[in-house]
């Protein structure tokens, strides 16, 4: 079935060692997303990619960053974890705008829990 | 300010009853009103979708309803199941982002 795949669904990580989550998608769309979830908090949109343009949202911090190597993948690189960065985070892909008109759905993973120590 | 605010924030239900989740919105420009169910520990997936002309969305027991006017969303379950357990989260999209809600955590005791 097609879907959206994300590994590790936990991952542990010590305070400032860099960590990098990874996402794949096999419905061959143009934008992936990477959202960041804390406890009990609405997902909030970290970044994304329109095919390689990479559009990063102006409060993301700089110590988030993303690699799009090609149309199926999509990596979130943490490099140097906080306390504060201890989230679910979510990937999602979408055909893109002009693709889906108005109803462009997006398609989340499962998530990574993020544990930071 | 483009938010969503959801209500009640946690809800308690016996299996078999029905309930209605809230949704208010003030973004602008408005494209679609969606609702996402998040189980624990997993991804939102999208239970109904509703544009601007449409007032009502229904899928198998989840009754979704929009106001424009108003600008306001309501979810409905009816004869709730233990699998009903979850998050339900509105999102609302401008025209080219995604508001989301807090989310209205429903949990379904037998």
């Known amino acids: 079935d097609a879907m959206v795949i994300q590994n590790p669904r936990y991952q542990v990580t010590q305070f400032g060692k860099p960590v990098t989550l990874s996402c794949s998608q096999t419905?061959?769309?143009?934008?992936m997303y990477w959202y960041q979830q804390k406890s009990s908090q609405a997902p909030k949109l970290l970044f994304h990619?329109?095919?390689?343009?990479?559009?990063n949202e102006a409060d993301t911090p700089d110590n988030f960053q993303s690699r799009r190597p090609n149309t199926s993948f999509c990596f979130l690189d943490i490099r140097s974890p906080g306390l504060g960065d201890a989230a679910m985070y979510l990937c999602?892909?979408?055909?893109?705008?002009?693709?889906?008109?108005?109803?462009?759905?997006?398609?989340f993973g499962p998530g990574t829990r993020l544990t930071v120590l | 300010k483009n938010q969503v605010e959801q209500s009640p924030q946690s809800l308690i239900i016996l299996e078999g009853k029905n309930c209605t989740l809230q949704c208010n919105y003030t973004v602008s420009p408005f494209s679609n009103l969606r609702w996402y169910k998040q189980d624990t520990g997993r991804g939102p997936v999208s239970l109904t979708i509703?544009?601007?002309?449409?007032n009502t969305k229904s899928n198998g027991r989840y009754t979704a309803t929009l106001d424009a006017d108003t600008k306001q969303s309501s979810l409905h379950i009816t004869a709730s199941q233990l699998s009903d357990s979850a998050s339900y989260i509105c999102?609302?999209?401008?025209?080219?982002?995604?508001?989301f809600g807090t989310g209205t955590r429903l949990q379904v005791f037998p």
């Open positions: 990619y329109y095919d390689k343009d990479f559009n």
């Open positions: 419905l061959n769309h143009n934008v």
């Open positions: 999102v609302v999209r401008n025209t080219d982002k995604l508001i």
């Open positions: 509703m544009t601007f002309s449409e």
């Open positions: 999602a892909t979408s055909r893109g705008p002009g693709t889906g008109g108005r109803t462009d759905t997006q398609y």
